[in-house]
C-alpha cells in the first residue's frame, strides 16, 4: 500500500516569494491534515479537511496561508507572500476518517522542509 | 500554552534496558492519546495508542500507561533496542479530532 506522497522534499526561497506544497493521501482515505513543524518542536495542526470540506483551520493564518482539496483527494497548501519565520517542515497526514480506536491514527508523510532567506 | 507537554528533551538508556518517556497534558476533555516515532528526514511513524476508557495498552515492546487524574502518560520500551534511538511525540485530541502533539523527547539507545 503506497503512503502518503508529498512534494518537494526541500525548498528555499527568499522572504516575501510564494511557495506551494503538493499532497497525495493514501487511496481511500477521507480526511487530510497539514502539520507545520518548527525545528525543535511538535507537530502544529494547519487544516484539517474531510474530502473536501474544510473540518478545522482555525491556526492557519490566513493572511498568507491558503490550503485547497479540490476533488478530495490530492491537497496544495500555499504560502504567499513568506516570512522567515515560516521555516519549517510541513508535514501532510490522512486517516480514514471514520474514527474510532481501532483506526484514529495518522499516517504522515516525509515531509517538505522549507527554508525562507 | 503548551496543552502537551514533554518535559525531557532527551534520553539515554543502556540496550536491554527499560525507556521511559513522559508526557503531561492540561486539558481535561482529551479523551485520545497516540504515540509516534520520528527518525530524522522521515515523517513522524504510528506506535501506539490509548483511549480515555484504559489505563493500559500494549503492543510487543511497547505499553503506555494512562493516568487520568494526574493527566499523565507514559510509554514504556522493553528492552530497549539501539533502532529505538529516535523522537517520540506523545499526541493528544478530545473525539480524535484536531491532535496536539507535544515537542517530542529524544531518545538514544546506547549499545
Known amino acids: 500500500e503506497a503512503g502518503v506522497a508529498q512534494s518537494p522534499r526541500y525548498k528555499i526561497i527568499e522572504k516575501r516569494q510564494s511557495v506551494a506544497f503538493w499532497c497525495n493521501p493514501i487511496s481511500g482515505h477521507a480526511t487530510l491534515y497539514w502539520y507545520q513543524q518548527i525545528l525543535g518542536q511538535g507537530p502544529k495542526l494547519l487544516i484539517q479537511f474531510q474530502n473536501n470540506g474544510v473540518v478545522d483551520d482555525s491556526q492557519l493564518p490566513k493572511d498568507r496561508f491558503s490550503a485547497e482539496r479540490l476533488k478530495g483527494v490530492d491537497s496544495t497548501l500555499k504560502i504567499q507572500p513568506a516570512k522567515l519565520e515560516d521555516s519549517a517542515v510541513y508535514l501532510c497526514a490522512s486517516s480514514l476518517g471514520e474514527w474510532d480506536l481501532r483506526t484514529g491514527e495518522l499516517f504522515f508523510g516525509e515531509g517538505s522542509r522549507l527554508t525562507v532567506l | 500554552d503548551q496543552q502537551v507537554k514533554q518535559n525531557s528533551p532527551s534520553l539515554s538508556v543502556q540496550e536491554g534496558r527499560i525507556s521511559i518517556l513522559n508526557c503531561d497534558y492540561t486539558?481535561?476533555?482529551?479523551?485520545?492519546f497516540l504515540w509516534y516515532k520520528k527518525y530524522p528526514a522521515e515523517g513522524p511513524t504510528f506506535l501506539i495508542s490509548?483511549?480515555?476508557?484504559?489505563d493500559k495498552n500494549e503492543d510487543g515492546r511497547f505499553t503506555v500507561f494512562l493516568n487520568k487524574s494526574a493527566k499523565h502518560l507514559s510509554l514504556h520500551i522493553v528492552p530497549s533496542q539501539p533502532g529505538d534511538s529516535a523522537v517520540y511525540f506523545c499526541?493528544?485530541?478530545?473525539?480524535?479530532?484536531?491532535?496536539?502533539f507535544g515537542p517530542g523527547t529524544r531518545l538514544s539507545v546506547l549499545p
Open positions: 486539558n481535561s476533555m482529551f479523551d485520545y
Open positions: 490509548i483511549s480515555s476508557i484504559k
Open positions: 499526541a493528544a485530541s478530545e473525539g480524535g479530532q484536531n491532535f496536539v
